[in-house]
Nanobody, 122 residues
């Protein structure tokens, strides 16, 4: 399995930007589909975006399309989430995950990071 560590969270005003990173250990990063998921206070964890092994195919939650961009650098074993035009409703713990399938269903992802807090103030 791969170990995942997120970074880049923080407090930002509405309309601002943040870039999250997810560093993966091991030499098999490129063999995994990678995803970002988030959990807001009092809510279920939800899918945000996923990216194929090559990075050529992506899928986004409707509410983040056009504002968030998922990308990966397989040479650096790192996954990214560029978040622009942030809204208070984006406030959540963001967690990266690795799995074998290009699917947004959380239970298909066996490897998870610890998460990083993103807080967007109005």
């Amino acid at each position: 399995q791969v170990q995942l560590v997120e970074s880049g969270g923080g407090l930002v005003q509405a309309g601002g930007s943040l870039r999250l990173s997810c560093a993966a250990s091991g030499r098999t990063f490129s063999s995994y589909v990678m995803g970002w998921f988030r959990q807001a206070p009092g809510k279920e964890r939800e899918f945000v975006a996923i990216i194929s092994r090559s990075g050529l195919t992506t899928l986004y939650k409707d509410s983040v399309k056009g504002r968030f961009t998922i990308s990966r650098d397989n040479a650096k074993n790192t996954l990214y989430l560029q978040m622009n035009t942030l809204k208070p409703e984006d406030t959540a713990v963001y967690t990266c995950a690795a799995g074998p399938l290009f699917i947004s269903t959380q239970d298909k992802y066996p490897c998870w990071g610890q998460g990083t807090q993103v807080t967007v103030s109005s």
